[in-house]
Each structure stands twice: as C-alpha cells, then as structure tokens.
C-alpha cells in the first residue's frame, strides 16, 4: 500500500497552468520559481512517502482513544508529527514574520495534497493549525499574534475550529455557547462543542482552540457572534506554559473513516470558566471565520484529490496483478492481467482523468489566491480574488464529490477483495465520505456559489470564466489536431450549458428561490466540471506543444489521452445537467414534505 508522490503532474501544472513564473514575479516570492517547486516537493514527498504514509493503515485500525479526558493517538502519529514539526512544513505558507517560509500557495497546496495521500487522518492536525493561525493573522490582536502564532507556525502547538455545537450544524446562527466579560478584559466561556477535530490529542504541548461563542446580550443570530482563543493550558508572561484551562474532552466520537483523527467533544467552562480572548471585535467573529473557512474549504477540497490519488494508485497496482478472464479481443489466449478488459480501463480512466482535472483546478485556483493576496496592482488583486472566491466551492464541492465517485471505482477494480478490509481500498471509501460534510456539506458550498458568488454579482464573474474557456476553445481548435477538436467541441457544449444555467440562476434567486436551490448541487458540479475539463483542455494544448518538441513522450501523449477521456466521457455529462437544473426544478419540489 506505498504511495508515490505524482510530481511530475503537479509541476506540470505548477509551471504550465498556474504559471509559477508570473506568481515568482510577485514581490516577496522571488525566490519561488519552478526549482524551489521541484526542490520543495521532492522534500515533501521524502517524508510523506517513508514516514507519514506507512500510518495510514495503522490509523484506520489502531485509532485514536480516549481515557480520562486524555486521547492518545495512533502509535507512530507523535513521532512523526515532530518530524513534521521540525522540517518546518508547518510553516510552509506562513509569513517569515512569524517563522515560516512564507511560500506561495502554488507549492504549498501540492505539499497539502501529498500530506493527505500519505494520511489523511494525520493531515487533518496542520490543516486545522492553518486555519488557527489565518484566524490569528486576520484578525488577531498584535498581542494574541505575538503569544500564539510563532508557536502554531512552528508546529510546537496546534489549533483547532471549534464552531460545531449540538444544535449548530449548518446553522452557526444557533450557536449558543456563551463568553462573559471579565475585568481584566479577558472572558469566561461557557458551553458544549461537538465534533472538533484534534480538539484533543498528545503530538503538541498545548492545543489553541478558536472558538465562536455570545458574549452577553449579543444580538440573535449570526450578527452576535464573535470569536475568541481558548488555549488548552494558560501562557504565562514569558510564554512558558502555565496553568490548565477549563475546557475538557468529555468523548471522542466512534467514526465510519478517517479513524485516527481524534474527533472531540469539548467542554467548556464546568469548572468556573474556560478564560478566553476576543480575536478582533465582538459580534464579527462568523466574518473572521469565513476568512478561515475559505482556506480549510479548499483544504478540504485538496483531500478529496489526494485521497482519490491514492486510492487511483492501489486500482492501478491492483488491475496489473490481477489475472482474471480472457480479454474480448482476442489478444491473450488466455486468462490475463484485468487491466486488459475494456471496462476496468474505463474505470481507471475514470478515476485518472477527476483526479488529474481537479487537482489542476486546484493548482490554478491557488495562484489566483496568491495574485490576490500578493500582487501589487490592486485591479489584478481584486480580478484574481473575485476568481478564487468562485473557486473556493467548486474545488471543495466538486472534487470531494468526485474523490467518492473515484473511491468506489477504487473498491469496484478490487471486485470482491476491494470490499475486504485487509486490502485497503475500502479505507479509502470510507475516509472520502467526511469530505462531503464537513467545512460546510455539498449543498452548503451549493449554497454559496448560488448566493454569493453567482446571484450577487448577476451571473458576471461566472460569465467572465466563460468567456476564458472559449478563448481555451479557440485555441484548441486553431492547434489543428483531431483531438483537440473533440475536446473543443465538448468544451463548447458545457460551456454553454453552463451560461444557461447561470443565466437561469442569476434570474430566478430572488423570485423563484426554490426552483433555483432545487439545482443548487446539480450547478456546483457543473461548474467544476467545466472547469476541471477546461483546465485539461489547457493541459492538452501545453502536451501538444511539449510533445512537437520532443519533451517527455510518454508523459505528454498520456495528458492527452486523459484530457480526450475528459472531454468523451465526463465534460460530456455538462448538457444533462442543464436539462435537470433549468427543466426540473418542479419535480424536486413536487411533494409536500407531508407526502414523504
Ligand atoms: C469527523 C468530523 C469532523 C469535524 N470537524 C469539525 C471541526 O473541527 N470543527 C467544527 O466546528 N465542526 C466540525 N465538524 C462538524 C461539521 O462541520 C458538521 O457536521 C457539518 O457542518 C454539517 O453540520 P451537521 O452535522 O449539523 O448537519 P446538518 O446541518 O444537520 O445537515 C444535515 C443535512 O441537511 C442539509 N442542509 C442543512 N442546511 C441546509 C441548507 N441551508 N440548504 C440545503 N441543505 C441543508 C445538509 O447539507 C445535510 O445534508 C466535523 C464533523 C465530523 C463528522
């Protein structure tokens, strides 16, 4: 069950989609060209491949417990969360400032990808520090910045996002953990958190818990809710470690996957008062999540990708050992290798061609977040940051979404031994299914792409992408080969699918808001679907080029294919969609919930 980093394909997409050249012209990251990329992930892949991947299946049996208020983790995740730790990877996107390495996202999200193919239920612990420190970043106090974020960035301390309450899902308006002045300025916070991850665990000596809580008299809703640094154990003056705090790990929940992350219920304030410090001001606090939401979505969607890469890895391995079958035409007179049948190689390059179109949406969204946090003409900042915004729900909705289509066909190659859990491509199913849920469901990123990023701005963002992938379009059909036509022509199609249903959604939100939320979901994979295959249309005129000059046949002729295999069968699905989105709202909507 080894992984092997794809490198390769992601410093093709580093240096030719993304363009690390242009985000290595951005002041401050001079220094991150394509060789710090190849030098950067060739380094990650080392660790994660000896010693992070090898506990992914001891995760999954030997998980997480709980005794006493005390979680241990799997065996091994301590020792390998220092050398984490100590290679600085946690402080790989960070700012210099505060001791990281203050790299562009463009390497940085290929690292976060490799960590979660290695081990996605480890992963988890830096993902949720990165969210605690972009809190801190954005709206800490200079103070808070100074006590915590060294230590976070360091890997010395890890974090976690404590919004999740009984009651409170979906909806962070019902959260009802309370924060009560205290004269010296800090607050005491009183409630009950469920499902935080790595809320508690033994790899750090001290947890900073961000949490969402009402300070007193707080207006209802999302408008009174504010955010505030819960350490597990007080920091004295001088930052050592002082006394424990009140907030306790009552359980940790018995999950369907990604077993070995510690998923904790909290408990604040039983004994006195858990202290606490407002992170900017009182009743902003959902604002300042969001900021740190956006990068745990896209983190979030960034496991999708790197779990359907492993489990892709296994099929392949799998299908090339496996004898079963003599193949239809005829070739072997005999029973052979299964990925000689028709039907396996579907599915592999099924699963090939989602992981390949998403992680390459992923790695231009993430030099879109770079230009827009860092490139010193505001008018390119503001173009670059109204694109990753759409982005954020379509790498976290459609390639999670994907990561469960890839994982089942993952399973389906195994045939019978697939759904054994000795063979490991069950885990893979099983770890997947989070990915869907949690940082907001499918449909909550539906929501968001519908409200926020498509009806608010009246379909203009959406119809400025479109207007990029027909310029794609163009060029596919001015490089005069037989295949870019194809995958012009399926472009064209689900392109224009999609200016409808962007059209329908921009029009009807506010009249009609049910038909629209009707195809809410149905939109979202439409539009990562299109972009994902026009990212591969971009892939496949790049591999043309490289191929006429010679460079990496093998490589080349193989983007191609998987950008055609896109195009044929996937980007081919876009006019259905449509149809089901404009067509049949009325059908989603036609029983009463009496009638159910
Ligand atoms: C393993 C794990 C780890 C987690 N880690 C954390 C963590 O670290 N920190 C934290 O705070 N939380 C965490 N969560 C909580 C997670 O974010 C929530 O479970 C998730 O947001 C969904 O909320 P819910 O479970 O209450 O489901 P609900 O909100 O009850 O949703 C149930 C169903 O209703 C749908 N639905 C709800 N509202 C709408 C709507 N407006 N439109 C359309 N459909 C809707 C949902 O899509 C879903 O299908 C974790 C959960 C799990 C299981």
């Given at each position: 069950m080894s992984y092997t980093a794809p490198l390769k394909d992601m410093l093709f997409n580093i240096e030719h989609l993304a363009g690390i050249d242009q985000v290595a012209s951005i002041p401050g990251f001079e220094d991150a060209g394509l060789e710090t990329a190849q030098a950067v992930l060739e380094e990650c892949a080392k660790l994660n491949e000896g010693v992070?991947?090898?506990l992914n299946w001891e995760g999954d049996k030997n998980p997480s417990s709980w005794k006493d208020g005390v979680v241990t983790t799997t065996p091994g995740f301590k020792d390998a969360f220092k050398q984490y730790a100590e290679g600085g990877w946690q402080g790989l996107q960070h700012p210099v400032d505060f001791g990281?390495?203050?790299?562009p996202k463009t390497i940085g999200a290929a690292c976060t990808e490799i960590l979660n193919s290695a081990n996605m239920s480890f992963a988890l612990c830096p993902l949720l520090t990165d969210g605690a420190i972009e809190a801190l970043l954005t709206a800490g106090s200079d103070e808070l910045k100074a006590i915590y974020l060294e230590k976070l960035v360091s890997g010395q301390w890890t974090g976690t996002m404590n919004l999740t309450e009984p009651q409170a899902?979906?909806?962070?308006?019902?959260?009802?953990?309370r924060a009560e002045p205290q004269p010296d300025g800090s607050y005491k916070v009183f409630g009950t958190k469920i499902f935080?991850?790595?809320?508690?665990?033994?790899?750090?000596e001290n947890i900073v818990h961000l949490v969402l809580a009402r300070v007193q008299g707080a207006p209802e809703g999302v408008k009174g809710i504010s955010l505030f640094v819960v350490p597990k154990f007080l920091v004295n003056g001088d930052g050592s470690l002082g006394a424990r705090n009140d907030?306790?790990?009552?359980s940790i929940e018995h999950k369907?996957?990604?077993?070995?992350?510690p998923t904790a219920v909290l408990q604040f304030g039983d004994h006195g008062g858990a202290v606490g410090y407002l992170v900017g001001?009182?009743?902003r606090g959902l604002e300042y999540m969001f900021i740190m939401m956006n990068a745990a979505r896209y983190a979030v969607g960034v496991q999708g990708i790197a779990v359907a890469e492993r489990a892709y890895q296994k099929a392949v391995q799998y299908a090339k050992d496996r004898v079963q079958s003599r193949p239809v035409d005829g070739s072997i007179n005999a029973s052979a290798a299964?990925?000689?049948h028709p039907d396996v190689k579907r599915m592999l390059m099924t699963m090939r061609a989602y992981t390949e179109g998403c992680r390459a949406m992923a790695s231009v969204a993430a030099a879109a977040y770079d230009a827009a946090h860092h490139h010193p003409d505001a008018d390119t900042r503001k173009q670059n940051a109204a694109f990753y915004e759409f982005m954020v729900p379509l790498v976290k909705g459609y390639s999670t979404e994907m990561s469960l289509e890839v994982t089942s066909l993952g399973v389906q190659v195994h045939g019978g031994m697939g759904f054994i859990?000795?063979?490991?491509?069950a885990q893979y199913y099983r770890d997947a299914k989070i990915l869907t849920i949690y940082e907001g469901t499918t449909a909550i990123q539906a929501n968001d792409l519908v409200g926020?990023?498509?009806?608010r701005d009246g379909g203009q963002t959406a119809k400025g992408i479109a207007a990029q992938v027909e310029q794609t379009e163009a060029a596919l059909r001015a490089s005069g080969s037989d295949t870019a036509a194809v995958v012009a022509k399926r472009l064209q199609a689900a392109r224009l699918a999609f200016i409808d249903v962007v059209d329908f959604v921009a029009g009807n939100t506010k009249a009609s808001p049910n038909a629209v939320f009707a195809g809410s979901v149905p939109y979202l994979m439409l539009a990562g679907n299109l972009v994902a295959g026009w990212q591969l249309g971009r892939a496949l005129l790049v591999a043309q080029d490289q191929l006429a000059q010679g460079q990496d046949e093998a490589f080349m002729r193989s983007k191609i294919a998987t950008a055609r295999f896109y195009a044929d069968?996937?980007?081919?699905?876009a006019p259905g969609l449509r149809d089901s989105i404009v067509d049949g709202a009325d059908s989603v909507n036609a029983l009463a919930p009496e009638a159910f």
């Amino acid at each position: 069950m080894s992984y092997t980093a794809p490198l390769k394909d992601m410093l093709f997409n580093i240096e030719h989609l993304a363009g690390i050249d242009q985000v290595a012209s951005i002041p401050g990251f001079e220094d991150a060209g394509l060789e710090t990329a190849q030098a950067v992930l060739e380094e990650c892949a080392k660790l994660n491949e000896g010693v992070i991947a090898p506990l992914n299946w001891e995760g999954d049996k030997n998980p997480s417990s709980w005794k006493d208020g005390v979680v241990t983790t799997t065996p091994g995740f301590k020792d390998a969360f220092k050398q984490y730790a100590e290679g600085g990877w946690q402080g790989l996107q960070h700012p210099v400032d505060f001791g990281g390495q203050g790299l562009p996202k463009t390497i940085g999200a290929a690292c976060t990808e490799i960590l979660n193919s290695a081990n996605m239920s480890f992963a988890l612990c830096p993902l949720l520090t990165d969210g605690a420190i972009e809190a801190l970043l954005t709206a800490g106090s200079d103070e808070l910045k100074a006590i915590y974020l060294e230590k976070l960035v360091s890997g010395q301390w890890t974090g976690t996002m404590n919004l999740t309450e009984p009651q409170a899902g979906s909806d962070l308006s019902l959260v009802r953990t309370r924060a009560e002045p205290q004269p010296d300025g800090s607050y005491k916070v009183f409630g009950t958190k469920i499902f935080i991850t790595y809320g508690e665990h033994d790899m750090a000596e001290n947890i900073v818990h961000l949490v969402l809580a009402r300070v007193q008299g707080a207006p209802e809703g999302v408008k009174g809710i504010s955010l505030f640094v819960v350490p597990k154990f007080l920091v004295n003056g001088d930052g050592s470690l002082g006394a424990r705090n009140d907030v306790h790990c009552v359980s940790i929940e018995h999950k369907m996957g990604i077993k070995a992350s510690p998923t904790a219920v909290l408990q604040f304030g039983d004994h006195g008062g858990a202290v606490g410090y407002l992170v900017g001001q009182e009743n902003r606090g959902l604002e300042y999540m969001f900021i740190m939401m956006n990068a745990a979505r896209y983190a979030v969607g960034v496991q999708g990708i790197a779990v359907a890469e492993r489990a892709y890895q296994k099929a392949v391995q799998y299908a090339k050992d496996r004898v079963q079958s003599r193949p239809v035409d005829g070739s072997i007179n005999a029973s052979a290798a299964i990925i000689h049948h028709p039907d396996v190689k579907r599915m592999l390059m099924t699963m090939r061609a989602y992981t390949e179109g998403c992680r390459a949406m992923a790695s231009v969204a993430a030099a879109a977040y770079d230009a827009a946090h860092h490139h010193p003409d505001a008018d390119t900042r503001k173009q670059n940051a109204a694109f990753y915004e759409f982005m954020v729900p379509l790498v976290k909705g459609y390639s999670t979404e994907m990561s469960l289509e890839v994982t089942s066909l993952g399973v389906q190659v195994h045939g019978g031994m697939g759904f054994i859990e000795e063979t490991g491509a069950a885990q893979y199913y099983r770890d997947a299914k989070i990915l869907t849920i949690y940082e907001g469901t499918t449909a909550i990123q539906a929501n968001d792409l519908v409200g926020r990023k498509t009806a608010r701005d009246g379909g203009q963002t959406a119809k400025g992408i479109a207007a990029q992938v027909e310029q794609t379009e163009a060029a596919l059909r001015a490089s005069g080969s037989d295949t870019a036509a194809v995958v012009a022509k399926r472009l064209q199609a689900a392109r224009l699918a999609f200016i409808d249903v962007v059209d329908f959604v921009a029009g009807n939100t506010k009249a009609s808001p049910n038909a629209v939320f009707a195809g809410s979901v149905p939109y979202l994979m439409l539009a990562g679907n299109l972009v994902a295959g026009w990212q591969l249309g971009r892939a496949l005129l790049v591999a043309q080029d490289q191929l006429a000059q010679g460079q990496d046949e093998a490589f080349m002729r193989s983007k191609i294919a998987t950008a055609r295999f896109y195009a044929d069968h996937l980007l081919s699905k876009a006019p259905g969609l449509r149809d089901s989105i404009v067509d049949g709202a009325d059908s989603v909507n036609a029983l009463a919930p009496e009638a159910f």
